[in-house]
């Protein structure tokens, strides 16, 4: 249950202070008469958002995909975010070590877990790689390259359940993270270069500062941000801050929510001017005959 600030007149000037007795934001709660309980709530409540902006950007990138481009390559990495924020909201929050559920669900849904960010890492590449031509949208090739690649990072997940895979987590999890992200935004600044314009740049501005932020988090492991609070004298206010679980998955949020705007405005197909004009002159002369 989310608390309240707590009120002191000893604290610190706008200081991070630890205090391990601070009650910690993810705390659960119960709904439905206690039938459901909901551990860690600010995460449950970004993953749900998380899973309806992907879904929801699959959903219009597929409705407007005629005067998009590359549409099929990035309707397909908003589908796996939200595939990835669904089973995070499980393992994070309903589906926990300790919870009703089964082993083997547990299991089976951290695995999707796993599968789905590496999945998006990766995509990412995938999405910069076909902005500069390099990769064809719609083609049997690029969509094998895309399902072996995904099949294989869930071969190896599940290799890593097994035992037979050490440092899974390190490689697909967080290296790949770093590795799709930054090839991205490479590949999107010689896009700009390639089709001098600067079309939703400062969405994809965005999208880069929540995404290193984010994965600064998640590199720190601040994982016991919840036993820390801010300090401010002026009103002698104590504010807890969210897990870091929390904040990995706010700047993942903000971070994609970026990304969508960036591709709806940048991505769309422009129309040749001057043939446009060629087109308008000949249907008036049509008209005069």
């Not at 699959?58 to 309707?75: D, F, G």
């Not at 999405?127 to 990072?153: E, H, N, P, Q």
């Not at 002026?234 to 700047?251: A, K």
Request: aromatic share 16%.
């Amino acid at each position: 249950m989310l608390t309240t600030p707590v009120v002191s007149s000893h604290l610190s000037p706008l200081k991070w202070t630890p205090n391990t007795n601070f009650p910690c934001l993810t705390q659960k709660v119960t709904l439905f008469n206690g039938a459901l309980t909901v551990y860690s709530p600010d995460i449950a409540i970004l993953a749900i958002c998380g899973a309806m902006i992907g879904f929801l950007g699959c959903a219009l990138t597929y409705n407007r995909r005629k005067a998009l481009i590359n549409s099929e390559v990035y309707a397909v990495i908003f589908f796996l975010f939200g595939c990835m924020n669904t089973c995070g909201l499980f393992i994070n929050s309903i589906a926990v070590q300790g919870s009703d559920f089964s082993q083997n669900f547990i299991m089976f849904v951290g695995l999707g877990d796993g599968i789905f960010t590496s999945c998006v890492s990766l995509s990412f590449l995938y999405c910069g790689l076909a902005d500069v031509g390099i990769l064809k949208d719609k083609t049997w090739w690029t969509r094998a390259i895309l399902l072996g690649s995904y099949l294989t990072l869930a071969f190896l997940w599940r290799s890593s359940f097994s035992g037979n895979f050490v440092n899974a987590f390190q490689y697909l999890y967080t290296d790949l993270t770093e590795i799709g992200s930054l090839s991205f935004f490479l590949l999107s600044f010689f896009w700009f270069w390639q089709n001098k314009t600067l079309r939703g740049g400062r969405w994809l501005l965005l999208a880069g500062i929540s995404g290193v932020v984010g994965i600064f988090v998640l590199l720190r492991k601040l994982g016991d941000f919840c036993f820390w609070h801010i300090n401010i004298p002026v009103i002698h206010l104590s504010i807890p801050l969210p897990s870091g679980g929390g904040v990995w998955y706010f700047f993942s949020d903000l971070a994609l929510a970026s990304f969508l705007l960036f591709y709806l405005t940048s991505k769309t197909i422009q129309k040749d001017n001057t043939q446009q004009s060629i087109s308008e002159e000949k249907l008036k002369l049509l008209e005069n005959c």
